[in-house]
């Protein structure tokens, strides 16, 4: 199931903290992008309790985007819908 964030374009980033748990250990794994957004750019960033997964559309852009990152640890694609208002 894709993940969606809703945002305005204000020239800021969004996202949320992606989660990997591994024997209820929460931690952030090494993740890179599968599918580039269209209309945006695309940071991550690991950190101790998760992997910061932020989203930035282009300047006065307003629609949908999408885009994929692969979780490396485990090998999964969580895709991302963005709704840019």
């Known amino acids: 199931m894709p993940y969606t964030i809703i945002m305005?374009?204000?020239?800021?980033?969004c996202g949320?903290?992606?989660?990997?748990?591994?024997?209820?250990?929460?931690?952030?794994a090494p993740s890179h992008v599968v599918v580039q957004p269209s209309h945006g750019i695309v940071s991550i960033?690991?950190?101790?309790?998760?992997t910061?997964?932020?989203?930035?559309?282009?300047?006065?852009y307003v629609g949908p985007d999408r885009f994929?990152?692969?979780?490396?640890m485990f090998n999964?694609?969580?895709?991302?819908?963005?709704?840019?208002q």
């Open 45 to 50: 960033k690991v950190e101790d309790k998760g």
């Open 68 to 72: 994929s990152i692969m979780n490396e």
């Open 76 to 84: 999964i694609e969580r895709p991302y819908n963005v709704i840019i």
């Open 8 to 13: 305005k374009n204000d020239g800021g980033w």
């Open 52 to 60: 910061a997964v932020y989203y930035r559309p282009t300047q006065g």
């Open 16 to 28: 949320h903290l992606s989660k990997s748990v591994k024997q209820s250990l929460v931690f952030g």
